[in-house]
């Protein structure tokens, strides 16, 4: 990918284009915008990777790794049915878009794109408030 970007960086800065070179121009930024528009719908992440993501989030933040052994087992076996209710997943072809309902809002979590997903928020906001209290207080 980053390949067929330098050529056509390259082709682009050739100072002396004829007819024909302008016309292989079009034809290799075509061909190279098609690529890659196919290779972002091919590697477009599935609602399960967003689910992952969030779920290694979650299993990794602050709040889990002050709990106990046994709260995080549970935890596990809880999230799921949790995400599967509050994630939902929209699809756009060429990337994808997670949104979590929290108190009746909507709200965008995630962003997918070439079989990543990022997270567009801090974890640790959804995060029970008594902890969060706690941690205030110290």
Request: proline share 3%; hydrophobic share 45%; charged share 20%.
């Amino acid at each position: 990918m980053i390949a067929l970007i330098k050529i056509i960086t390259y082709i682009c800065r050739s100072s002396n284009f004829s007819e024909n070179d302008i016309e292989m121009k079009k034809i290799i930024v075509l061909v190279s915008f098609v690529v890659i528009l196919l290779a972002m719908a091919i590697t477009c992440p599935t609602p399960q990777d967003h689910r992952e993501a969030l779920k290694s989030a979650f299993f990794s933040s602050q709040y889990m790794k002050k709990q106990n052994t046994l709260t995080v087992l549970l935890g596990g076996a809880i999230i799921d049915p949790i995400l599967n209710q509050t994630v939902t997943t929209n699809d756009y072809f060429i990337f994808s878009i997670s949104k979590m309902k929290k108190n009746d809002k909507s709200r965008t979590v995630t962003f997918g794109v070439f079989k990543h997903v990022f997270l567009l928020f801090d974890i640790n906001d959804f995060t029970p408030k008594e902890d969060k209290e706690k941690a205030t207080d110290n």
